[in-house]
């Protein structure tokens, strides 16, 4: 099957428009969050997702100008532009990644994908119980159960939350969660990136890390975060949007 990581990005971002494409160490965002998930091991591309608005033309050349993948679709309908990225680079398994995870684990990523393939599931993910800091979120499910799920639901929600109606339904997919066997004040973390103080906290943490060790793993964000618990303190006042 024909592995694709799917991230879906776009400048207007209500609480932080442009994060995407803010700087970090000189480079943006969305370029370190692609070299990022060129490291998955088994993943054949990695696409960007993005809107027909004309400012997204900047997330457009960064991706070309990477070599990744991009597609250009509805602002509203997720849905449909993660779909039809995935039809338009024949991808056969999507790889659900947003842009507000610039710290997405290569590691947990493959364990996810390794769940996905024991089968006698239609979608895997580490999402149905947070176990995981906020960010490190993957979900994979193959094209073929989204191309389903556009037929079933017209819900605008469902449309503008990918995988929503694959999740809210376990009646009709077989699902299949990875919890991480990290201690609980792990799951309260914020590691994405929806307001100034989350991008404060992730380009700490780039800056921390990343000079000495590009490939900086999820244990080594943990044990930074372990030694200076002011940097967890940034955002934890922030709440997450809700779904619905």
Known sequence: ??????IEARMTSTRLP???LLPILGRPTLELLIERLRRVRGLDQVIVATTVNRTDDPIEALAKRLGAGCFRGSEADVLDRVLRAAQAHGVELIVEITGDCPLADPATI????D???LGQCDYA?????????????VQVFPTTVLEEVARLTADPVDHEHVSLYIY??????????VVSGLGEKYAELRLTVDTPEDFALIKAV??????ANPAFGLADVLELIDRRPDLARMNQHIQQKRVR
């Open 110 to 113: 493959r364990r996810v994908l």
């Open 168 to 177: 809210s339904h376990p009646e009709k997919f077989r699902l299949r969660d």
């Open 206 to 211: 780039y800056e921390a890390l990343y000079p």
């Open 115 to 117: 769940t996905y393939h």
């Open 1 to 6: 099957m024909k592995t694709a990581a799917l």
């Open 18 to 20: 442009g994060k995407v």
């Open 125 to 137: 993910s580490n999402v149905l119980k947070r176990t995981y800091p906020r960010g490190l979120d």
